[in-house]
């Protein structure tokens, strides 16, 4: 072997193996930092934690590149990850609180919302790095090398940015100096919108990132756990889709409670995740087996599909009616408040909620397609222009009567057309399975949500699924089917 040959390989176990060494030397800086409260300190473990995320980014192109045994060198690197998130992430709980405490003692009670959110996804974030090494290691025997699927990957992407965000955050000392303090205190400044919009969309991820692996290679795990027992082997599966579909419905909540603090885009994107859940818990359904019957087994009513209707109507019928209702009575405007505002979100509501039942009992269903627009989609559409009114309260006073009477218009349509049966709406889930293209275009989509158009662009997104049935009714229901059955 070169020298040349060997200079790669060494700056492939620097980057691999060094991650940890940074990491370790960030930690002393934080125990440093709520000792001595120093911004110097501060700046340099926020350095060491950038350094550590830059190595993250390029150890496994390097370490599949230039490693004499690629499987090792990947193993090494999942080593890495799994040591270094376990110091990051309880390291920033930590952090929070000391910040919540000693930097910010007469913190409000968003900073104290955001705090408890910040425990939660910590926790979250190790339960899923777990729950990966343990799902794994049923491919792995089974001489399966788990796939990357878009969820994992993107969790293995933004982990790292995210961790040495939070650690910015969660230790940041003010009234420091210098250049490097310049640099790095403006991340531990970012307001909590900000944060709390990469939190949501991490928070997320990872959770997509659990179903993924559960739908991909779940089934392994429980041919070694129930052997031949197949009711138990029911049983065991349910948990799993039903987990899913409890997290739906407490996505509802979370987007009502985050509507009462003022924070209408968070509550977009929490509305958006509980999309994702309502379509992650149908497809590991199907992917487990849960909607067959068993030979011994009757056809009746399942927990899973009540638990389903259930999130459905809080987090698609009752949280955008009250979401609606919210914004537009806390407008404090006197043409708005003359709108019958309670009835257009009870009519929503009411619709919304014979919508699902007409889906429940519909025994004539297209496949592939939805008769009139799905629930999800006209919460989505429901609640975009909101975003848009909510910013013409301070932006633009002359356009808050006409985005009120908008928002009003919108939610008395949304509630007709999720009823108009004859008229034929593609599933978009499935869309996005079968064109992947269509599921990147759409989170690209979401980074504008950084941005002050934001509401308008959900909402063109959300007019374009509106009107999709002009060209998508000409699509035959059959090839619509066999496509649906190669995704299952």
């Known amino acids: 072997m070169t020298n040349k040959q060997k200079i790669p390989k060494k700056v492939t176990a620097m980057l691999v193996y060094g991650r940890l060494p940074l990491v370790s030397l960030g930690m002393l800086c934080a125990i440093a930092v709520m000792w001595m409260r120093s911004p110097v300190i501060y700046s340099m473990g926020v350095s060491f934690l950038f350094i550590s995320m830059s190595f993250d980014l390029v150890d496994g192109w390097f ?3 230039f490693s004499p045994n690629p499987t090792l060198a990947n193993l090494a690197e999942r080593i890495m990850d799994k ?5 990051i992430f309880p390291l920033v709980a930590v952090g929070i609180m000391w910040r919540l405490i000693f930097i910010s003692p007469g913190h409000t009670r968003p900073e104290l919302l955001h705090a408890i959110f910040i425990l939660i996804l910590c926790v979250i974030v190790l339960i899923r790095d777990n729950f990966a090494h343990f799902i794994r290691s049923f491919a792995i025997q089974r001489g399966q090398e788990p796939e990357l699927r878009e969820f994992t990957r993107l969790r293995t992407i933004v982990a790292a940015p995210v961790g040495a965000l939070l650690y910015a955050h969660a230790f940041y000392v003010p009234d420091g100096s210098g250049i490097l303090y310049s640099w790095v205190s403006w991340l531990g400044s970012l307001s909590l919108r900000t944060l709390f919009i990469i939190e949501i969309v991490f ?10 692996y559960c739908r991909k290679y779940g089934t392994y795990c429980l041919d070694d756990i129930c052997d031949s027992d197949d009711l138990l082997r029911r049983r065991i599966l349910s948990f799993f889709p039903n987990s899913l579909t409890i997290m739906n419905a407490i996505m509802g909540f979370l987007a009502v409670f985050f509507t009462y603090q003022g924070r209408i885009k968070e509550a977009y994107l929490i509305l958006i995740g509980a999309t994702i859940f309502d379509k992650l818990d149908g497809a590991l359904a199907r992917k487990l087996g ?5 030979a011994s087994e009757t056809p009746k009513i399942s927990i899973g599909s009540i638990l389903d209707d259930f999130a459905d109507a809080i987090s698609f019928c009752i949280a955008p009616a009250w979401i609606f209702y919210i914004i537009l009575s806390d407008a404090h405007n006197n043409l708005i408040s003359q709108l019958p505002i309670g009835f257009a979100a009870l009519f929503y509501l009411i619709l919304g909620i014979g919508r699902l039942v007409y889906f429940t009992l519909d025994k004539n269903p297209i496949p592939g397609f939805f008769k009139g627009m799905p629930t999800p989609a006209a919460a989505l559409l429901v609640t975009a222009p909101l975003i848009i009114f909510n910013q013409s309260i301070s932006d633009s006073p002359q356009l808050v009567y006409f985005w009120g009477v908008f928002c009003f218009a919108t939610i008395i349509a949304a509630g007709l057309v999720m009823n108009l049966y004859p008229v034929k709406y593609l599933h978009l889930g499935r869309l996005m399975s079968r064109h992947p293209r269509v599921g990147q275009i759409s989170l690209l989509l979401l980074l ?5 158009y934001f509401g308008y662009i959900t909402f063109t997104y959300m007019l374009l699924y509106l009107l999709s049935p002009i060209i998508t009714g000409r699509i035959d229901p059959a090839i619509a089917a066999r496509e649906t059955k190669n995704i299952a």
Request: net charge neutral; aromatic share 8%.
């Open 83 to 87: 040591i270094v998130y376990s110091i």
């Open 448 to 452: 504008s949500v950084f941005t002050p």
């Open 63 to 65: 370490a599949a590149r």
């Open 290 to 294: 849960l909607t067959e019957l068993l």
């Open 203 to 212: 928070l997320v991820i990872n959770l997509g990132s659990i179903a993924g």
